[in-house]
């Protein structure tokens, strides 16, 4: 009797499969090490460019709040909160910190690719077309949510949090390790939440689902979603609110995606 051919996916053992991925999460791995170094190295437009981005007068969104409160005539003036480093190696563990987060979100793409290749072996041509369309939809999702993040709610948080004040006799020194957890986190947590409506259309497509299942439980859906925004933003209510209504209007159009596929 011949053997089976050892790369065979329906033949191989546990221990094989585990074989198979092993030069796929080493890739991964190493490509992420080496967009680490080169943000490392990329210093000025890593930090002055993308980390404090939010703070200048041109950016996108700060240039159109000061329109808005041009044309309206409110007096705006755009905050600019000092920044302070408390500990000795604080400044060189940000460098470290945002150049590892930034290689993982550009390594992102070349990850999916690498696991793409480990499993297409065991799927059938129908099935693969449908894993390209879903990353395709993946990608784009975590594309949106982490443009929404960066351009809209990272700098309106930033904004309301570093002129708001309780007295005058408090002054804002804001630590330069809570700036980034609050643009790290408010970016990237957004480009997860995007991925929601995805979500609901695996649930449905599963039948796990339905379109009036999330009509009946929207109020406890909202719940628990407010929740959700307190838990991966700052601590504060402003910040919650800035994901909590992004987050409804995906459960909204959730339901809609889930009623299409009902119809299907």
């Excluded at 099935?127 to 993946?138: N, P, Q, Y």
Aim: charged share 15%.
């Amino acid at each position: 009797m011949n053997a089976a051919p050892q790369n065979d996916p329906q033949h191989m053992t546990f221990f094989g499969h585990v074989e198979a991925l092993r030069p796929h999460l080493v890739r991964s791995a190493v490509a992420v090490v080496l967009l680490a170094v080169a943000a490392f190295l990329c210093k000025g437009a890593l930090i002055d460019g993308l980390l404090f981005g939010p703070l200048r007068a041109d950016f996108p969104t700060n240039r159109l709040l000061l329109w808005l409160a041009e044309r309206s005539g409110i007096d705006y003036a755009l905050p600019t909160p000092e920044l302070i480093n408390t500990t000795l190696a604080g400044q060189f563990n940000l460098h470290l910190r945002l150049s590892f987060t930034a290689a993982l979100v550009a390594a992102l793409p070349y990850c999916l690719w690498e696991a793409w290749r480990f499993v297409r072996p065991a799927l059938t041509l129908h099935e693969r077309r449908l894993c390209r369309t879903a990353a395709l939809r993946v990608a784009a999702a975590f594309g949106s949510g982490l443009a929404f993040g960066y351009f809209i709610l990272a700098p309106l948080s930033i904004a309301f949090l570093a002129s708001y004040r309780v007295s005058d006799a408090v002054r804002n020194l804001i630590d330069i390790g809570s700036y980034l957890s609050t643009v790290t986190q408010v970016t990237i947590v957004c480009a997860l939440l995007f991925q929601l409506p995805l979500l609901v259309q695996l649930l449905t497509r599963m039948g796990l689902l339905t379109a009036a299942a999330m009509r009946r439980y929207r109020r406890h859906a909202i719940v628990v979603l407010a929740v959700l925004a307190a838990l991966v933003t700052p601590p504060d209510a402003f910040s919650m609110l800035l994901v909590l209504l992004p987050l409804a209007g995906l459960y909204e159009y959730g339901i809609r995606v889930a009623a299409r596929n009902e119809r299907r």
